[in-house]
């Protein structure tokens, strides 16, 4: 991920960013517990990641990505990210951690929860700072608050 256009300095983006680094600490945690055939463990992990992942994709959904979604340079971007939260939500509550077959699609949900992080961190959070106006800004933070009450 990007350290070098200042994005991060940007309170929403900022917190965008912890919530990445929980959601994947949850499903590296959950990865190991695996690996240490402790199958109850691991759905523990998978269930906090997806509560983290609901309320960040709506605080995403509703603010950055629909303000961003007003330019049409960055809507096809946007929906396939859309796209890609909708995959792993459907994902996430099917898994049978006690299933082989389940295992390997957790495991390779998680590879793909990587590159769609790096979509988002380096390329629309950085391409966010100049294509929004403070008063997108502060709808993107509404819409982030309303999702995180």
Known sequence: MCHYCGCRDIPLIKEFIAEHERVTNAAGDALRA???GDTARAGELVEVMARELLAHWRGEENGLFEVMREDPEY???????????RDLAALLPTLDLDAGPDVARLRAAVDELHHHIAKEEDGLFPASLTALSGEEWNRA???WREAHP
Not at 75 to 85: G, S
């Open 34 to 36: 695996l690996d240490r």
């Open 75 to 85: 809507a096809e971007y946007i929906d396939d990210l859309v796209h890609e939260h």
């Open 141 to 143: 933070m509404a819409a």
